[in-house]
Antibody, heavy 119, light 107 residues
Framework: EVQLVQSGAEVKKPGESLKISCKGS????????VGWVRQMPGKGLEWMGS????????RYSPSFQGQVTISADKSISTAYLQWSSLKASDTAMYYC????????????WGQGTLVTVSS | DIQLTQSPSFLSASVGDRVTITCRAS??????LAWYQQKPGKAPKLLIY???TLQSGVPSRFSGSGFGTEFTLTISSLQPEDFATYYC?????????FGQGTKVEIK
């Protein structure tokens, strides 16, 4: 069974760093792209970027380029999303999701990680 | 960036109704269009990709059509479990974008 299991909710202060994770199982983690999607409270979905764990090829949305870093450790089938300096506006639910193919939609999703940034 | 505009943003319907949601792209996206369903507090669920290909396990009352810049998601007979928010997504060119969502509520 394909599963993506994300790390738990986080509460951080502005300026702090954070790295959340997404562990894949039940499929060949290195062979399919994994994307990250943001959903701010009460708002819609925003594609942040995607990574191919096999060679760490990464694509970013211009809206998020330079604001976050997407990475993966294929030895433990885990993708990451990290911030070096959080802002209150980063408060959101973040989902990781497997892609059917490089230019394909997301067929399996993690349960989401709620990040709250507040002083 | 390619903008996707869904209409309506909100619709109220009854069980058994035929429901159609439209997604218009700011430029042609060929067949790189997917639809998702999201229920409150849950991750989105893929319904349809490549405009009209039904994802495995999705009921056949869901269907998709369109090409170029205009696409539709149709639910042939709305069921109680279909009340949710629906999003379209284009994967024709980076950055991939989503429509703003259509919330389907019970009349």
């Amino acid at each position: 069974e394909v599963q993506l299991v994300q790390s738990g909710a986080e509460v951080k202060k502005p300026g702090e760093s954070l790295k959340i994770s997404c562990k894949g199982s039940g499929y060949s983690f290195t062979s399919q792209w994994v994307g990250w999607v943001r959903q701010m409270p009460g708002k819609g979905l925003e594609w942040m970027g995607s990574i191919y764990p096999g060679d760490s090829d990464t694509r970013y949305s211009p809206s998020f380029q330079g604001q976050v870093t997407i990475s993966a450790d294929k030895s433990i089938s885990t993708a990451y999303l990290q911030w070096s300096s959080l802002k209150a506006s980063d408060t959101a639910m973040y989902y990781c999701a497997r892609q059917i193919r490089r230019d394909g939609p997301n067929d399996y999703w993690g349960q989401g990680t709620l990040v709250t940034v507040s002083s | 960036d390619i903008q996707l505009t869904q209409s309506p943003s909100f619709l109220s319907a009854s069980v058994g109704d035929r429901v159609t949601i439209t997604c218009r792209a700011s430029q042609a996206i060929s067949s790189y269009l997917a639809w998702y369903q999201q229920k409150p507090g849950k991750a989105p669920k893929l319904l349809i990709y490549a405009v009209s290909t039904l994802q495995s396990g999705v009921p056949s009352r869901f269907s998709g059509s369109g090409f170029g810049t205009e696409f539709t998601l149709t639910i042939s007979s709305l069921q109680p479990e279909d009340f949710a928010t629906y999003y379209c997504q284009q994967l024709n060119s980076y950055p991939w974008t989503f429509g703003q969502g259509t919330k389907v509520e019970i009349k």
